[in-house]
């Protein structure tokens, strides 16, 4: 049964870069042709999605993130991995990984994700 | 962007009674493109419903999923004690957004 495992530092300062990892278990990550989305949630606040990358190597961006977000595979490691630059107080969130066959979802498959504060 | 209003903000009910969650769109959700799921305190979502009325593997069939074009409804039939807590919503017919949620708490 595959399992996805969000890792990275809890703490990030204003203006640094937010790096996540979403390790993944239990199946290979170029095999099935999934998409992996990264998902935050501020906390007490509605989910956002912010966009996929897809097991070929296509990626998708929410447009008012786009100007400071990277998505990319490692597919020796099987992990998918997040960056998120210039970060501010506002991008303070859980982050969940998530895999779908589909591009927008719906997600049957999370990480159990993980918490990043941005502060000084 | 589709916004997707949730009501009642909370929902206080007792063990074995039903609870009726909406969901409204602003604009129609193509091709029903709705789905439902149920969060707990720490822990990710848990898909309940997609396609509207479909639901996902595993899950009891006291859960239901109605509606098109921009109102939809999640029924629980008989709530058991594992059923209390927050539920959303979730458009993909048109990128993806969520709506704000409903409790559903032990009266």
């Known amino acids: 049964q595959v399992q996805l495992q969000e890792s990275g530092p809890g703490l990030v300062k204003p203006s640094q870069t937010l790096s996540l990892i979403c390790t993944v278990s239990?199946?290979?990550?170029?095999?099935?042709?999934?998409?992996y989305s990264w998902i935050r949630q501020p906390p007490g606040k509605v989910l956002e999605w912010i966009g996929y990358m897809h097991s070929s190597g296509t990626v998708y961006y929410i447009p008012s993130l786009k100007s400071r977000l990277t998505m990319s595979l490692d597919i020796s490691e099987n992990q998918v991995s997040l960056q998120l630059r210039s970060v501010t107080a506002a991008d303070t969130a859980v982050y969940y990984c998530s895999r779908s066959r589909w591009p927008m979802g719906p997600w049957v498959v999370w990480g159990r994700g993980k918490l990043v504060t941005v502060s000084s | 962007e589709i916004v997707l209003t949730q009501s009642p903000g909370t929902l206080s009910l007792s063990p074995g009674q039903r609870a009726t969650l909406s969901c409204r769109a602003s604009?129609?959700?193509?091709?029903?493109?709705l789905a439902w799921y149920q969060q707990k305190r720490g822990q990710a979502p848990r898909l309940l419903i997609f396609?509207?009325?479909s639901r996902a593997t595993g899950i009891p069939d006291r859960f239901t999923g109605s509606g098109s074009g921009t109102d939809f409804t999640l029924t629980i039939s008989r709530l058991e004690p594992e059923d209390f807590a927050v539920y959303f919503c979730q458009q993909y017919g048109r990128s993806v957004t969520f709506g704000g949620g409903t409790k559903v708490e032990i009266k």
């Open positions: 239990g199946d290979s990550i170029n095999s099935g042709g999934y998409y």
């Open positions: 604009q129609s959700v193509s091709n029903n493109y």
């Open positions: 396609g509207g009325s």
